[in-house]
Structure formats: structure tokens, C-alpha cells
């Protein structure tokens, strides 16, 4: 199982024991062990009870962090493992809640760190009460006494490099709420005597080194001091420097640290100048000078530093030498000076300096309580804390006056502590309501009564011996003592009762031994009268009280002469008696809190234990003393609820829940566990056991018992976590499944869906074809419908607007053009317009191809025109003659080559005239109707072919031959049987006359003729035969035809003849059926 974090008690995970009241079997070997074992294990702090035991780890330690701090803060003092803040937590809270004061009692050797857990303990309680910026301040001072008075007051030592040469007592003053109102500090006993000399190894106190080392040229030469350490012989040489420490730095610190106690800067000054003056004084030496009344004088040697401290310090030079030289005793009004001799000066020297600088510290002293000192008058709850030193025994008999004092004061204190805490636990007895039993231990105050004793006290005695006239030694003094102690038990001395008893012979002559409660100590005697007398000349305290310097003036007071006493000064023995009573008054009035310090190792060294040492100081201090008296009655006492609380799980009726009064359960409990009725005993809020073996059985029974339920716990979790584990995983398992079934689902159902969508979209897409295909064809009908509307209307529209739109210009302009060039066409024509004559041929050119056939037209028109215009000039007669013509060209045209030739001849028909030719009387008179042809023919002979001139007549209704010379008619034809004419298509003037068969004039045959008006005979017959008989004649015409001659027929052919009858045909009958005409 994990180890818990969190304590309920210092029992837990403890090293050893964590209070030695536990320990068993208790005996010093046991005791080291456990100390050693703890502090290997960088447990430096153990308890007896309430007492904290503190190794000096010599280390820094993480176990003093704000983090700490809060850890200790408001928890009960056994709650967590021993350490000085949980003390400082329990003294702070006391304080505060119960309006207790408190003191604090730090112990220890040289070097054990008692000035570290002072510190430790005032920056615990400035942590953790009130805070704000008054409080801040107060702390903040209080805080910052200490460098000052460490600088003034401590040194290197051998045993410590920043030893405590004086002790200390500091009250802290608190208001009611637990906020620090301020403080006083009460110093004890300074080691002067390093002023002037310090052991091999040592040094002066640090503030002479700081100055040197720290103050600017200007302040030493101020000071009138040089930076050189060597220069002064107050100052040992051979340890001027010490490892890790900074003595300028230590400087700053020491004037910051002045300056916010709140010294003034001229006081400042002063000090250092006292200081300064201190150290000159060793400087000043002297030299034996030979008086004439022969004794011994003594000379300063070099006068320069005197003057300077003369100067320094406002003494008149002369003044001060001569109290160097003089010694003044005043008895009765009288005086007497004595010369002093150089030991003399020398010791006079040394005691001004010594005294000078321990007044000087007692007067910083005085003036921090005046700084710290608490403002109100309210009341205070205070907590003091005396940091001193612990017994010192130094070996063989280097023990001194200054030893003997320091031990008596720890005597003093083992007393006050058997005391308060018999006191205490004689109380809580009573408070507990348990029985008294008696407590054997040892009570030191037979010791103290023989130091302190106002009759027989060994101070008492040495006062007694300084105040004796005649001569007084140590030696002297040492007789009185075998004297007066020789049968006290805890004295011995060569001379003594008890040491002859003892046949101890190791005690030399000059020492006596003190059996201190814790151990015996040798004390040299040497020292002990000059020490306790603590002799400064008056000359020279007068000297002083002369200065101009104010500080001086004012710590010497006793040199003023107007307040002379004759009274001796009291002894620095009774001095400090006084001092201590004070002291133990103050103490006994407190609620007491130890803390003995214990030094590892001579070393300085961390991890070192050395257990001679720690025996050696676990002896003095008197720890197994104090074990053996806080464990008289009952070793452990705790109240129920925590202990019930501890060990519920013991017994089955308080676990896990006890449900009635604490102390019920905790009988219960030990009722159960079987603990034996004397071994423990119930209070009124706790329960005490008397044996620690007790408690570690119920420890280990604990111990064992949290295993077990450990291991129950273990398996409840596990069985638990399985079991959680189970069902997460069931119902993951589930929710997987689910999730997957979904899941699995969700895809077909997607599937299903797809497909669906597919099928339907087919589907749709198939009925949106055929919708669409419908539409479309729907639509087509419609656009066609529409198209040919369009259209139609498109046509309506342009055919009924064709004429306003331009597509119709086209042809307009066409159409104009077309007029246009028709227009200049006529009118051009107009202008080239031919001759009206009907024959003349002339005809403008046409203009352009189109208008070919209309130029044709035209040309035919105007022609016909222009013949109709002739034409109606023409007279009936005219028209007739036309007719004929006209006639005639119907007739012949083209037909026949003669025609052209008779267009231009008249037509005259009576060509012959009958009437007034008288020949043709008889003629005339044969033919009565009009004559409408008369002209002379010939007759072609049948036979031969031979021409015969006959006049031609025609008539309305005959034709007629006659004889031309005779005019007797030869032969009459009417018109209704002449059947048809021939001719031929030559240019001659033959013609056949057919005749119709049968008739009276057939007889004969037809008649071939020929005429030069063949064309007009021709014509006229036709058109005479046409208005009688109202039938065409018809007219052939050929080139053979044939023609009836009486019963023959005889073709008549024509040919192209030659040119030898000139322009004449000629007629040639070639056979019977042929008559051959050749024409030219
Ligand atoms: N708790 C501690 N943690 C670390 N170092 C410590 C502790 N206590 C003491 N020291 C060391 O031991 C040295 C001596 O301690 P400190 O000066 O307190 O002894 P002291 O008992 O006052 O001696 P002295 O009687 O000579 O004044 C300190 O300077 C410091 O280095
Ligand atoms: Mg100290």
C-alpha cells in the first residue's frame, strides 16, 4: 500500500521514537542511538514530552520552507513529526488562545545552533501572526535586532564562527488578537574579555572586522582607523578571515539592520567612533619609567593614538593620559594617586577598553527596547525567548569564573524546569483527575543553594572575599570555600569532606569541583576575585564621563564627581545573581518551552555524529533527568478522540464508527486489547499510559491491524474495480453492440436505401422520359403549331406588310428601275422614232436584252400603226386596189418569185380600154355587166405550145377570151366552173385557168395563159369568183401540174432555163403530155 501522505500523528512513519518518553529500555546508550539513528536520517529534532531535542545538522535543511511553515500551522503538537515549529506553533497558539505566556527555552553548547532556533522560532511566529503594516514594521524590527546585536555581540569562536558571546533574552510582546506589538531584550554576561584578548583561533567580535572590512575610506578616516587588520593589536591575526563569512557585506546588513531599528544616523556614528576608539585604546602602549622615589611608572609609549582617540572621542588628552598614569583612591575625603606601573597600565587599559565596549552593548541593548519597545499600554501577552548558553565543561581545569556563572544559570534553569514541568503534570493530574503517584527524580536545588545561598553560597563567599580589606587572592578565597562547602555533598575540592571521603587526588590544588546535576565540573579558581570585582579606575570612568562625546559621556555616569559613591560597584557575581533571579522570576511566571540544542560534532561538519559528544552533552543537559521525570508517572498521555481515533480499528465495537463518548470507546478499546488495568488510566479528556511498551503494543496491534484492513481494503477496491471494471465493460459491450447493430443496420437500411432510390430513380427516370418524351412531342406539337401559326401569321403579317418592308425595295426598285429604263427606253424610242412610212425598215437599235421582245413588239406594232396611218389616208378606190394587194400577197407571198416584182405596180384591170376603142365596139357590146380585167394575154397553143395573144376580160360573172385584133369572143367562161388556177412558184407569167369537167366550156380544155399581170389576174379572179359563187378558187402552185387539153392531159413543167431568150419564158410542148417552160 502507498505510504500516506498526510500524518495524524507523530507516530507515523517515525524513526526510532520521535519522543523519547517512548523509549525503552531508557538508558544513554539507547538515548544516542536514537538520536543518532534519527539525525542519520536528517531528523534533527526529537522530544521528551514537550521539550524539542535539536541536533545541529550544520546543513541547510529543506524542512524550513513557508511550505513548513503552513504545515506546522494550527496542528496539534503531536500531530506531526518533532520539529521547532510545531513547539513555536504550540507556544504562539497558547499565547494567543489561552492567554498564556510562554517562554522559550533554548539550551545548548557552543556551536549546538541554540541563536539559529531563536531566530528560527521569532521568524516561525512572525510568519504566522497577524499581519499589516504596522505589525510588519514591529516584526520587521524585531527581526533586525538580531544582526545588530550578533555583530556587537558575537565572535568567532573554535567551536562556533559565529558564536553568541553574551546571552540573550528577548520578550515578545503580543495584543490580544496575537499580533506583535513590540519587544525587550535583556542581555546577559558579554565575554568582554575577547575585547582585549582572544584564544588561539578566535577572533574579536565581528564588528571590529566589519568596519575594517565594510566602511568606506571616508567613514575609516572618520573613524580614524586604517583597513588593516594588523595594525590593531586588539585583533588576533590568525583568524582575521573566516570561511563564508562577508564581512563588508555583514556591515551593509548591520547599518540596514540599525536603520530600521531605528537608529539616528549621529547615533550611528557614535557607536562606531566608540567602536573605533576601543580598538585605538589597544594600540596604546606603554614603557616602564624609574621614578626618583623608586617606583615603578609607566609612560605611553607613542602619544599619536591617544590623540586620536582624543580626538575621536572629546577627552582632553592630558586628562586621559594621566588616568593611564595615575590611580586616585578616595577614603574619608581624602585622596590618594598612586602611580600605576606598566602591568598596571596595561590592565587599566584593557579594563577601559572592555568596559567601554560592554557598555557600549548594553547601551544598543537599552536603546533597541527603545525602538522595539511596545507603544501601548494595553496588556500584553508576551513570549520570551532566552537563547544562552548551555553548561560548559571544558576539559582539565580550563573551567573559569565566567563557566561557573553560566553553569549556575543553567542549574537555575534545570531547576525551574523540573519545576514548571512537575508543576505541569502534577496539574493536568489533578486536571485529569488521576491519582498522585511520587515521582523519584532528582531535584538540583541543593546545587543551587550552593552557589546561590546568601550566607553560604559559593558567590556569597567570593563576594564576601572581593569586599574583605587586606589582601585578597583567589587562593584566598578557594580556603574559604573548603571552609564553609567542605561538607557540602555536591562540593568538592582537595580540601573538602567529601573529596578526602572520596581519596580523590586527580583535583588540583587550585580547583574545586561542583557535582552540577548534570555532571562535575572543575572549576579553576584562578581569576575568580578580578573577574567578580570587575575593577575599572575611577580616574578612568572620570576621564570618560569628561568627553565631549556624548555616548561616552553618557555610559560612563558613575564618573561624574558630583555623584560620587563611595560605595563599591556591585560584584559581576551579584550582579548576575540578581540578573538571574530576575530572570527565573520572569520564567516561573511563564508557561515554560525547551528547546535543547545538541552539537553533532567538533567539527562544523554535517552528517558527522559523534557519540562521545552527544553523550557528553546529553549528560549536562540533564536530558535522561528529564525523560526520567516526565516519565515519573505516566509515559503517554493523549486526550480519547485522537486516540480513539488511532486505534478504533482494534477492536470490532469501535470500528469503523464508535457512536458514543470518545473515552467510552477508548475503555471499550482496552477492555477489548486485554491491557493490563495498571499500565494505564483514564482521565477526564485523555487517557495516560504509564508504560511507552504499552503504546508500541498498541502501535504494532495497529501497525499489524492496518495491514489487514489494508489488505481488505485491497481487495474491497480490487473486488470493486474488477466489479466496475465488469460492468463498464458490460455496458460498453452493450453500447458497442448497440452502437454496432446501428451501425450494421444504419448501412443496410443505407443500402436498401440506395438501391430504393436507384429502382425509383429508374423508375422516375423512365416515367420522366416518357412524361418528357410526351411533353417534348407535346411541346414540338405545340412549337409547330405555333411555328406554322408563325408562319402563317408570319406570312399574313408579311404578306399584308411585305409593302411597307424593305425586302419588297428590291423589287420596288426594280420595278422603278424597270419603269425608269422603260420610261427613257419610250422616250429615247419616241425620239429615234423611224419615218412613218410603212416600207421604211430603219428601226432604233434595242437598248437591252430585256426589252428584246418588247422592241420587236413595239417595232411590229408601230408598223402595223404606221400602215393603219397609211391606210386611212387611202381613198375606197385606194382601199380597194389595197385590198387586192393585200389580197394578192396573202395569195402569193412567198410562193411565188413573181409576186415581189408586181407589189409595186398597180393593179389597174382595165388595161385595155374597151369602151373608147372603137375595135372593141362589138366587144364592148357583147359584154354588158362591168369589165373588171381587160388586158391582153397569151394563149400558150396546146399543141405546139405556141403564144396567141387574146384579150383577157374578166367580168362579175365570166371570163372572157377574145380575139385581139377582131375582139370577137372565142370563149366564155362563168365563173362557177372555173374549178382552179396554177402557176408555178417561178418568175414567170404562165397560168393554168381549170376548168370544171363537163361544163360548155370544157370542151376545149383549160386555158394556160400567160400574162405580165399574172399576180393582179390572179388575185382579181379569186376574189371575183369569192363574192359570186362564194367559194374559194383554189390556186396552185407548182412547178408541174397538169392541165386538160380537150381529152389529154398535159403536165406542164417548169424549169430554170437559160438566159437565151433574154427575160422571156418559153413555152415548149416536149411531147404529148408534157409542155416544158423554162424560165430565166
Ligand atoms: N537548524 C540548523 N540548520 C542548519 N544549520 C544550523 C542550524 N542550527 C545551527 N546551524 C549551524 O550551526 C552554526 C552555529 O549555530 P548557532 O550560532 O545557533 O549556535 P549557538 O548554539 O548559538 O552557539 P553559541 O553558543 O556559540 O552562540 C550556525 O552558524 C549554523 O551554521
Ligand atoms: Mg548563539
Known amino acids: 500500500m502507498a505510504k500516506m501522505e498526510v500524518k495524524t500523528s507523530l507516530l507515523?512513519?517515525?524513526?526510532?521514537?520521535?519522543?523519547?518518553?517512548?523509549?525503552?529500555?531508557?538508558?544513554?546508550?539507547?538515548?544516542?542511538n536514537n538520536l543518532k539513528k534519527r539525525f542519520d536520517h536528517s531528523e534533527v529534532y526529537t522530544y521528551i514530552g514537550s521539550v524539542v531535542i535539536s541536533i545541529n545538522p550544520y546543513r541547510p535543511l529543506p524542512i524550513y520552507t513557508p511550505e513548513k511553515v503552513e504545515e506546522y500551522r494550527n496542528r496539534n503538537f503531536y500531530e506531526l513529526s518533532p520539529h521547532i515549529f510545531a513547539l513555536s506553533d504550540e507556544a504562539y497558539r497558547s499565547l494567543r488562545d489561552q492567554d498564556k505566556d510562554q517562554c522559550i527555552l533554548i539550551t545548548g553548547e557552543s556551536g549546538a545552533g541554540k541563536t539559529e532556533a531563536s531566530k528560527l522560532v521569532m521568524s516561525y511566529v512572525a510568519a504566522v501572526c497577524g499581519k499589516g503594516a504596522e505589525v510588519n514594521q514591529v516584526k520587521e524590527q524585531l527581526l533586525q535586532s538580531n544582526p545588530v546585536l550578533e555583530a556587537f555581540g558575537n565572535a568567532k569562536t573554535v567551536r562556533n564562527d559565529n558564536s553568541s558571546r553574551f546571552g540573550k533574552y528577548m520578550d515578545i510582546e503580543f495584543d490580544f488578537k496575537g499580533d506583535?506589538?513590540?519587544?525587550?531584550?535583556?542581555?546577559?554576561?558579554?565575554?568582554?574579555?575577547?575585547?582585549?584578548?582572544?584564544?588561539?583561533?578566535?577572533?574579536?567580535f565581528h564588528i571590529f572586522y566589519q568596519i575594517l572590512s565594510g566602511a568606506s575610506e571616508d567613514f575609516l578616516c572618520k573613524l580614524k582607523l586604517e583597513r588593516d587588520f594588523s595594525r590593531y593589536n586588539y585583533l588576533g591575526l590568525d583568524s582575521a578571515r573566516v570561511n563564508g563569512v562577508d564581512d563588508a557585506a555583514n556591515f551593509r546588513t548591520v547599518r540596514n539592520a540599525m536603520q530600521i531599528v531605528g537608529f539616528m544616523d549621529h547615533e550611528t556614528q557614535s557607536v562606531f567612533e566608540v567602536v573605533a576608539a576601543v580598538l585605538k585604546l589597544g594600540n596604546i602602549e606603554f614603557k616602564p619609567e624609574s621614578r626618583v622615589n623608586g617606583l615603578d611608572e609607566s609612560k605611553i609609549k607613542d602619544k599619536n593614538e591617544l590623540k586620536e582617540i582624543?580626538?575621536?572621542?572629546?577627552?582632553?588628552?592630558?586628562?586621559?593620559?594621566?588616568?593611564?598614569?595615575?590611580?586616585?583612591?578616595?577614603?574619608?575625603?581624602?585622596?590618594?594617586?598612586?602611580?600605576?606601573?606598566?602591568?598596571?597600565?596595561?590592565?587599566?587599559?584593557?579594563?577601559?577598553?572592555?568596559?567601554l565596549y560592554s557598555r557600549l552593548f548594553s547601551w544598543l541593548v537599552t536603546r533597541i527596547n527603545e525602538s522595539i519597545k511596545a507603544q501601548t499600554k494595553v496588556r500584553k501577552k508576551v513570549m520570551g525567548v532566552l537563547d544562552i548558553y548551555g553548561f560548559e565543561i571544558f576539559e582539565n581545569a580550563d573551567n573559569s569564573f565566567e563557566q561557573f556563572i553560566i553553569n549556575y544559570c543553567n542549574e537555575k534553569l534545570q531547576q525551574i524546569f523540573i519545576e514548571l514541568t512537575l508543576k505541569e503534570e502534577q496539574e493536568e493530574y489533578i486536571r485529569e483527575g488521576i491519582e498522585w503517584t511520587h515521582i523519584e527524580y532528582f531535584n538540583n536545588a541543593i546545587i543551587c543553594d550552593l552557589i546561590e545561598n546568601n550566607q553560604t553560597g559559593i558567590l556569597a563567599m567570593l563576594d564576601e572575599e572581593c569586599l574583605r580589606p587586606g589582601t585578597v587572592t583567589d587562593d584566598t578565597f578557594l580556603e574559604k570555600l573548603n571552609q564553609v562547602c567542605a561538607t557540602h555533598q555536591h562540593f568538592e575540592s582537595r580540601m573538602s569532606k567529601c573529596s578526602r571521603f572520596l581519596n580523590d587526588t586527580t583535583l588540583p590544588h587550585s580547583c574545586f569541583r561542583i557535582q552540577h546535576y548534570a555532571g562535575k565540573v572543575m572549576y579553576q579558581v584562578e581569576g575568580f576575585v578580578d573577574k567578580n570585582n570587575d575593577l575599572?579606575?575611577?580616574?578612568?570612568?572620570?576621564?570618560?564621563?569628561?568627553?565631549?562625546?556624548?555616548?561616552?559621556?553618557?555610559?560612563?555616569?558613575e564618573g561624574n564627581p558630583a555623584k560620587i559613591n563611595l560605595k563599591r560597584p556591585p560584584t559581576a557575581g551579584s550582579q548576575f545573581k540578581a540578573s538571574v533571579a530576575t530572570l527565573m522570576k520572569n520564567l516561573q511566571t511563564k508557561n515554560p518551552n525547551y528547546i535543547r540544542c545538541i552539537k553533532p560534532n567538533d567539527k562544523k561538519a554535517a552528517h558527522i555524529f559523534n557519540d562521545a559528544l552527544v553523550g557528553h552533552q546529553i549528560r549536562y543537559l540533564g536530558l535522561l533527568e528529564n525523560v526520567r521525570v516526565r516519565r515519573a508517572g505516566y509515559a503517554f498521555r493523549q486526550a480519547y478522540e485522537p486516540c480513539l481515533e488511532r486505534y478504533k480499528m482494534l477492536c470490532k465495537q469501535t470500528w469503523p464508527h464508535w457512536r458514543g463518548p470518545a473515552r467510552t470507546g477508548v475503555e471499550v478499546l482496552f477492555n477489548e486489547l486485554e491491557i493490563p488495568e495498571e499500565e494505564f488510566s483514564f482521565g477526564r479528556s485523555k487517557i495516560f499510559i504509564r508504560n511507552p511498551r504499552t503504546l508500541f503494543k498498541l502501535e504494532d496491534l495497529r501497525k499489524q491491524r492496518l495491514e489487514d484492513l489494508a489488505t481488505l481494503i485491497e481487495k474491497i477496491y480490487r473486488g470493486w474495480k474488477c466489479r466496475t471494471r465488469f460492468l463498464l465493460m458490460k455496458t460498453s459491450q452493450i453500447v458497442i453492440a448497440a452502437w454496432f447493430r446501428r451501425y450494421a443496420q444504419q448501412k443496410k437500411y443505407q443500402k436498401i436505401k440506395s438501391s430504393a432510390i436507384i429502382v425509383q430513380s429508374y423508375i422516375r427516370g423512365w416515367k420522366a422520359r416518357k412524361l418528357l418524351r410526351e411533353l417534348k412531342h407535346q411541346k414540338r406539337c405545340n412549337e409547330a403549331a405555333t411555328i406554322i401559326a408563325a408562319y402563317w401569321h408570319g406570312t399574313q403579317v408579311r404578306r399584308e406588310y411585305r409593302k411597307f418592308f424593305r425586302a419588297n425595295a428590291g423589287r420596288k426598285i426594280y420595278e422603278f428601275t424597270l419603269q425608269r429604263l422603260m420610261q427613257k427606253y419610250f422616250l429615247e424610242m419616241k425620239k429615234k422614232m423611224p419615218s412613218l412610212s410603212p416600207i421604211d425598215k430603219?428601226?432604233?437599235?434595242?437598248?437591252?436584252?430585256?426589252?428584246?421582245?418588247?422592241?420587236?413588239?413595239?417595232?411590229?406594232?408601230?408598223?402595223?400603226?404606221?400602215?393603219?396611218?397609211?391606210?386611212?389616208?387611202?381613198?375606197?378606190?385606194?382601199?380597194?386596189?389595197?385590198?387586192?394587194?393585200?389580197?394578192?400577197?396573202?395569195?402569193f407571198k412567198d410562193k411565188k418569185a413573181l409576186y415581189p416584182a408586181s407589189v409595186g405596180q398597180p393593179f389597174q384591170g382595165a388595161y385595155l380600154e374597151i369602151s373608147k376603142n372603137p375595135k372593141y365596139k362589138k366587144l364592148k357590146d357583147a359584154v354588158d355587166e362591168k369589165i373588171i380585167i381587160a388586158e391582153v394575154v397569151n394563149k400558150i397553143n396546146r399543141a405546139n405550145g405556141k403564144a396567141t395573144s387574146r384579150i383577157f376580160l374578166l367580168t362579175k360573172n365570166n371570163v372572157l377570151l377574145a380575139d385581139q385584133k377582131s375582139g370577137n369572143i372565142k370563149s366564155e367562161v362563168p365563173l362557177g366552173d372555173v374549178t382552179k388556177v396554177s402557176m408555178s412558184s417561178q418568175n414567170d407569167g404562165f397560168f393554168a385557168v381549170h376548168l370544171k369537167e363537163g361544163s360548155g366550156a370544157a370542151s376545149k380544155g383549160d386555158f394556160l395563159l400567160s400574162s405580165d399581170h399574172l399576180i393582179e389576174m390572179a388575185t382579181k379572179l379569186y376574189r371575183t369568183t369569192l363574192s359570186q359563187t362564194k367559194q374559194k378558187l383554189n390556186i396552185e402552185i407548182s412547178d408541174e401540174f397538169l392541165v386538160q387539153f380537150r381529152q389529154d392531159k398535159v403536165c406542164v413543167k417548169f424549169i430554170q432555163g437559160s438566159q437565151k431568150n433574154g427575160n422571156v419564158p418559153t413555152c415548149k410542148r416536149k411531147n404529148n403530155r408534157l409542155l416544158e417552160v423554162a424560165v430565166p
Open 12 to 32: 507515523d512513519d517515525m524513526i526510532g521514537v520521535g519522543d523519547m518518553v517512548l523509549l525503552e529500555p531508557l538508558n544513554e546508550d539507547s538515548f544516542i
Open 180 to 204: 506583535p506589538l513590540g519587544g525587550v531584550i535583556s542581555n546577559y554576561l558579554l565575554e568582554k574579555s575577547r575585547v582585549v584578548k582572544q584564544p588561539r583561533g578566535e577572533r574579536n
Open 310 to 355: 582624543c580626538e575621536l572621542t572629546g577627552i582632553d588628552q592630558s586628562v586621559l593620559e594621566r588616568a593611564f598614569s595615575f590611580r586616585t583612591v578616595e577614603a574619608k575625603q581624602e585622596k590618594v594617586s598612586t602611580t600605576l606601573n606598566v602591568a598596571q597600565a596595561y590592565y587599566a587599559r584593557d579594563a577601559l577598553a572592555k568596559n
Open 536 to 557: 575599572l579606575y575611577r580616574d578612568l570612568s572620570q576621564a570618560m564621563w569628561k568627553a565631549s562625546h556624548s555616548l561616552i559621556k553618557a555610559l560612563f555616569p
Open 842 to 891: 430603219n428601226w432604233p437599235a434595242r437598248p437591252y436584252l430585256f426589252l428584246d421582245s418588247t422592241h420587236k413588239e413595239l417595232k411590229r406594232i408601230f408598223h402595223l400603226w404606221r400602215c393603219k396611218k397609211y391606210r386611212d389616208q387611202f381613198t375606197d378606190q385606194q382601199k380597194l386596189i389595197y385590198e387586192e394587194k393585200l389580197e394578192a400577197s396573202e395569195l
